[in-house]
């Protein structure tokens, strides 16, 4: 008996780890620095596939997974290059944001400071889902 209860209670705390896993990945955003694209994904459903622009020659794109937002600004600007646009900015790393630009025509290809920037109107529907389900429910992963 005793064995069975440990059992259970060791099977009620996976269940209850996976749940929070879970709820940390309602949204995902899913960065390729290779391919310049990002894939957004809600409840485990593609939803959005946008171009972007990652880090140019000499500037770095962290690749690597995080679990929530840091924190959310609507009409940031960066306060480390010139005060330059950051709108619908969602920082999941440090000073590092996903975020909207005025810079159109470099999507899809490298040509930030190491943000990984979008269309400005893509930025505003993941922020607006991150607002939504959560800061952390938002997993963001940036790979090569």
């Not at 694209?37 to 962290?62: D, F, I, Q």
């Not at 950051?86 to 025509?105: D, E, L, R």
């Not at 400071?113 to 109107?121: D, F």
């Amino acid at each position: 008996m005793r064995h069975f209860i440990i059992a259970f209670i060791s099977s009620a705390f996976a269940l209850c780890l996976g749940a929070q896993e879970a709820a940390a990945e309602r949204i995902i955003a899913r960065v390729s620095i290779s391919k310049q694209m990002m894939e957004v994904y809600h409840e485990g459903r593609k939803l959005y596939e946008w171009p972007v622009s990652t880090a140019r020659a000499g500037k770095v794109t962290p690749v690597g997974q995080w679990l929530g937002a840091q924190w959310l600004s609507k009409n940031h600007k960066s306060s480390l290059y010139n005060n330059a646009p950051m709108p619908y900015a969602i920082f999941y790393n440090g000073n590092y944001a996903i975020h909207g630009t005025n810079q159109v025509s470099k999507l899809g290809r490298p040509a930030s400071a190491g943000c990984v920037r979008l269309q400005t109107e893509n930025a505003r529907i993941l922020f607006d889902m991150v607002r939504f389900e959560g800061k952390q429910n938002l997993k963001v992963v940036v790979i090569n």
